[in-house]
């Protein structure tokens, strides 16, 4: 009788940038006899606990999944001899060429001792393909993997009585904030600058609408410049970035009465700094370490409670009485390899997983939002043509705006270039499905403006501003709000 091979325990998640990955391992193995697979950590995985992991499964076969097109992800296997997390015992002939002079930030080895191969992989293996780059599998008695995703979608309950959903945009912590901190004024500080959630406090005690807040939408750019770790003044102390943001935010919800997990936010080019250039080293290190979204992803764990390894596309689905709020929350600062990392938005093949769950919801009791932070449409009169080659506009925004049409969403929220504006917008194409095309889905798209940002980050004829989404009536009215840092009176926009 011939040895069973174990299921594999263990599936590792790549992706291709310049080089053939399976390739180059194959042959070094053809050579060799083994070959050195690196498992490259994301900069918010954790490495002890991986490590840990490990130690307590068998990992004799892995699967290796290459979401290169994450649309259509690639499954190999292939078996494992031993499992090195000792820098010294990595023999370097078994490591491909594009490992070598990185080799120190691979934190586990797999010695892979057969060909990698590819296989027609069950469909609910692919289907747990998503963030993280180690996945730890778990089968029942019949051997069917019953693991499941990290939440792609968020079922959260507004407070009794509430009405209103208040979306803030570009508040911009850090070097370009227009408001005081919440913190203790130092000796000598005698600006008569009100805090943020001071004055929106205000302006809804006002409306006396004050106890009717059921969310807050943040449509990105939180923080100035990818700050989260820079020390930043604040008062008669200091706070990194990420304190800085888990502060305000904290002190918003307490004056408001809004509970911080029914903070709903995107991230913006600012909480999301790609880097400023295209080279291929770069893009490497990007694509490998995901470090520029380690920042955004822990303050959206901290304060709203979504795990950290879950998409940054998703779904909150918030049930105000008997109505209920779908909010399709996309992360347009993707990177477009095809692209200089410059200011341009794209959320790219993973929005379709949230149309999705937005299509099948056909209720008359459900209200649709799609929430990003870069334009779709334009905002200025004139756009601005940069000698430096950046583009603010979304580069996927048609097929967006498309998809919200089929899927009915009532409303399309941005921010980005901190001017507000509000349009109504229809279209039909080949692409649409002939239902859309023979009805009319009219989406409203509201450019929310700054709620946050200094005076000199402001085009001339704006302020700060913020909104208001009346969820009780049954096309949603939006009321548009001004705001100022001083103190003085809100006004309707």
Avoid at 400 to 421: D, M
Avoid at 430 to 441: G, I, L, P
Wanted: with cysteine.
């Amino acid at each position: 009788m011939g040895h069973v091979m174990a299921t594999p325990s263990v599936m590792l998640r790549f992706r291709d940038t310049d080089v053939l990955s399976i390739d180059a391992h194959n042959k070094i193995f053809k050579e060799k006899g083994s070959v050195l697979w690196g498992l490259w950590l994301k900069a918010f995985e954790d490495k002890d606990e991986v490590i840990a992991k490990l130690k307590t499964v068998v990992t004799d076969r892995v699967y290796l999944a290459n979401t290169t097109n994450k649309s259509k992800p690639e499954i190999s296997i292939c078996d494992v001899k031993r499992i090195i997390t000792d820098e010294a015992q990595v023999d370097e002939t078994l490591l491909p060429k594009y490992y070598r002079k990185r080799r120190d930030e691979v934190p586990v080895w797999f010695e892979v001792v057969s060909r990698i191969g590819a296989i027609d992989a069950d469909q609910r293996l692919k289907s747990l393909l998503g963030v993280p780059t180690i996945y730890f599998l778990d089968y029942d008695k019949d051997n069917n993997i019953i693991n499941t995703a990290p939440p792609r979608r968020y079922r959260l309950n507004a407070k009794a009585g509430a009405r209103w959903v208040l979306l803030l945009s570009d508040i911009h912590l850090g070097d370009d904030h227009a408001f005081r901190y919440p913190v203790e004024k130092g000796k000598s500080d005698v600006n008569p600058k009100r805090t943020f959630s001071e004055v929106l406090k205000e302006d809804l005690a006002a409306l006396k609408i004050l106890d009717q807040i059921g969310c807050v939408i943040i449509s990105g750019d939180i923080l100035t410049k990818g700050a989260w770790s820079v020390t930043h003044e604040t008062g008669a102390g200091q706070m990194t970035g990420l304190e800085l943001a888990k502060k305000v935010l904290y002190d918003l919800a307490k004056e408001i009465g809004v509970d911080p997990s029914l903070f709903c936010m995107v991230p913006g080019n600012h909480d999301i700094v790609r880097k400023p250039t295209g080279s291929a080293p770069d893009l490497q290190e990007v694509l490998l370490h995901y470090s520029h979204e380690s920042g955004f992803r822990a303050l959206r764990e901290e304060v709203s409670n979504v795990y950290k390894l879950s998409p940054l596309n998703y779904v909150a689905q918030i049930k105000y009485g008997n109505k209920t709020l779908l909010l399709g929350l996309l992360n347009s600062a993707y990177l477009n390899e095809a692209t200089e990392f410059a200011e341009y938005g794209y959320v790219g093949d993973d929005a379709d997983v949230v149309f999705d769950l937005l299509r099948r919801e056909t209720s008359d009791a459900v209200t649709k939002i799609v929430v990003l932070h870069h334009h779709v449409l334009p905002v200025y009169e004139r756009e601005v043509v940069a000698a430096n080659g950046k583009i603010s506009m979304t580069l996927d925004a048609a097929g967006l705006l498309r998809q919200a049409q089929e899927a009915n969403v009532a409303v399309v929220l941005h921010g980005h270039q901190h001017s507000t504006k509000r349009m109504t917008y229809s279209s039909a194409s080949a692409e649409m499905t002939k239902e859309c095309r023979s009805s009319d889905r009219s989406v409203i798209i509201v450019a929310a403006g700054s709620s946050g940002a200094k005076r000199e980050r402001l085009p001339p004829d704006e302020t700060n501003a913020y909104a208001l989404i009346d969820l009780r009536k049954k096309n949603p009215a939006i009321t548009m709000r001004r705001i100022y840092s001083d103190g003085r009176r809100g006004e309707e926009w």
